[in-house]
């Protein structure tokens, strides 16, 4: 089954987001495979954006995320690198349609709210940056015979 990375950056964690973001993950249908609260420290929040290196944005960018805790999530479910892109809505808050968490809950691009990584193989490098292996649990949910 697919996996993607997930970040609910400090602002979403500051404005008390964190359960209203979570359930819409939940209702989707897509299974928390890991989850835990965290700093980032500027060497990791480096290594993550490592392809916006050298744009203007890049330092404000490492002060945002690195600026207060941050809940990070691996999720696992069918097509999810797609669907949750979907949710999260445009990068920048003023073009994201209502319903997105960014459309929903965001006004500047830089304080977006919400993380999630850009193809299958993004998914990959920033779950091995932010997880060990043993926490990456394996695990089935009843629910889930009604949803496949
Ligand atoms: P993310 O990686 O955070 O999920 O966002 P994204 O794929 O939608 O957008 P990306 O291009 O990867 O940009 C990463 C984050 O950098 C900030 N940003 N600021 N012009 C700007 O001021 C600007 N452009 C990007 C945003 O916080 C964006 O989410
Ligand atoms: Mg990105």
Do not use: C
């Not at 700093?39 to 392809?51: G, I, K, N, S």
């Not at 993380?115 to 940056?129: K, L, M, T």
């Amino acid at each position: 089954m697919e996996r993607t990375f997930v970040m609910i950056k400090p602002d979403g964690v500051q404005r008390n987001l964190i359960g209203k973001i979570i359930s819409r993950f939940e209702d989707k249908g897509y299974r928390i495979v890991a989850m835990k609260l965290m700093q980032v420290t500027r060497d990791l929040a480096e290594r993550h954006y490592e392809e916006h290196r050298g744009k203007p944005f890049f330092e404000s960018l490492i002060d945002y995320i690195t600026s207060g805790p941050v809940v990070v999530m691996v999720l696992e479910g069918k097509d999810v690198v797609a669907g949750v892109r979907k949710m999260n809505g445009a990068t920048n808050p003023a073009e994201a349609a209502p319903g997105t968490i960014r459309g929903d809950y965001a006004l500047d691009i830089g304080r977006n709210v919400i993380h999630g990584a850009d193809s299958v193989e993004s998914a990959q490098r920033e779950i091995s940056i932010y997880f060990k292996e043993e926490e990456l649990l394996n695990y089935e949910k009843v629910t889930e015979k009604w949803i496949y």
